[in-house]
């Protein structure tokens, strides 16, 4: 089974940065992605990623977080620039046995315990 550890999330100010990263016991052949949840509301896709590279954003974040993997360290990055007070709310890790991506949650089976992140106005 695949386990993922996600860390990183900090309370940080509007228009500031951070990186999040997840350690997976493996990531070969898996789609890998960042999903958030907000208190109250459902969980969301925000970015994935490929084997091969390929990403997807959702609209929100295109252009403000970069997803990255690094196949040989088996890890997933999810860097967060000019932040919003938006974007705050538990961040997870998750991944899908298929090399597909989607930004759906519900086609993802495996998933970290989250990392939370705060951003202030």
């Known amino acids: 089974q695949v386990q993922l550890v996600e860390s990183g999330g900090d309370s940080v100010q509007a228009g500031g940065s951070l990186q999040l990263s997840c350690a997976a016991s493996r990531t070969s052949n898996l789609c890998m992605g960042w999903f958030r949840q907000a208190p109250g509301k459902e969980r969301e896709g925000v970015a994935t990623?490929?084997?091969?590279?390929?990403?997807m954003y959702a609209a929100s974040v295109k252009g403000r977080f970069a997803i990255t993997r690094d196949s040989a360290k088996d890890t997933l990055n999810l860097q967060m620039n000019s932040l919003r007070p938006e974007d705050s709310g538990k961040y997870y890790c998750a991944a899908r046995r298929y090399i597909l991506c989607t930004l759906t949650q519900t086609e993802f089976a495996i998933w970290g315990q989250g990392t939370q992140v705060t951003v202030s106005s």
């Open positions: 990623i490929r084997s091969d590279g390929t990403s």
